[in-house]
């Protein structure tokens, strides 16, 4: 009979852990070292972490162009954690298949960063396992479509004119008025005749 109460109670311990996600396990305070993109960051004692459950436009590398609005979910990234102290919540898995700690990135103020950048509009929900910040980050999602923030806008951001012309144009920047070549030949130069003077 004591037996068959443990099974029944291991039985419903793995029921509600895979019903309902646990609280996440939060790290002590760890300096935000350097920011890659808009769900990426370096942090000291962990390295490379990606912000769970969310994803943010890619940031060009090489000769591939960044996706739109990857720039700006960078810089808000950037605004919110680069060189301050943050804590680490661990929800579910630990590390993604590149290896980088997977976690909920929280402000000294008790704010998740990934929430705030879901709610600009900078990132948009991506989580498929039940996580315990998911209701969260769907209610910021639906909340940045219908004001339609950042990615939800009806067009992506132009970019800015750069510093740098265009082959071939003039300091104006506009392109150089190029006609036919002319077939004339330019006049020669005259030649300066010698006066003789009389002997």
Not at 27 to 43: F, N, P
Request: hydrophobic share 40%.
């Amino acid at each position: 009979m004591q037996i068959l109460i443990v099974a029944a109670a291991a039985a419903a311990a793995i029921t509600s852990t895979s019903l309902f996600p646990q609280s996440p396990a939060r790290s002590e305070a760890v300096l935000v070292q350097s920011v890659l993109d808009g769900d990426t960051i370096v942090v000291a004692t962990y390295g490379h972490v990606r912000l769970l459950g969310i994803d943010a436009p890619e940031v060009g590398r090489g000769f591939d162009s960044s996706a739109p609005f990857a720039k700006e979910a960078r810089d808000r990234l950037t605004s919110l954690v680069l060189h301050r102290w943050v804590r680490l919540e661990t929800d579910g898995p630990r590390l993604d298949v590149y290896n980088r700690h997977l976690a909920y990135v929280m402000t000294e103020d008790g704010q998740c960063v990934n929430t705030i950048l879901v709610r600009d509009g900078l990132a948009r929900v991506s989580a498929r396992l039940p996580l315990a910040r998911l209701q969260e980050l769907k209610r910021a999602e639906a909340e940045a479509q219908s004001a339609r923030r950042g990615m939800w806008t009806t067009s992506p951001p132009i970019p800015s004119a750069s510093y740098t012309r265009p082959a071939g144009a003039g300091r104006s920047g506009a392109p150089r008025a190029r006609g036919p070549r002319s077939s004339k030949k330019k006049p020669a130069a005259k030649k300066k005749s010698k006066k003789k003077t009389p002997p």
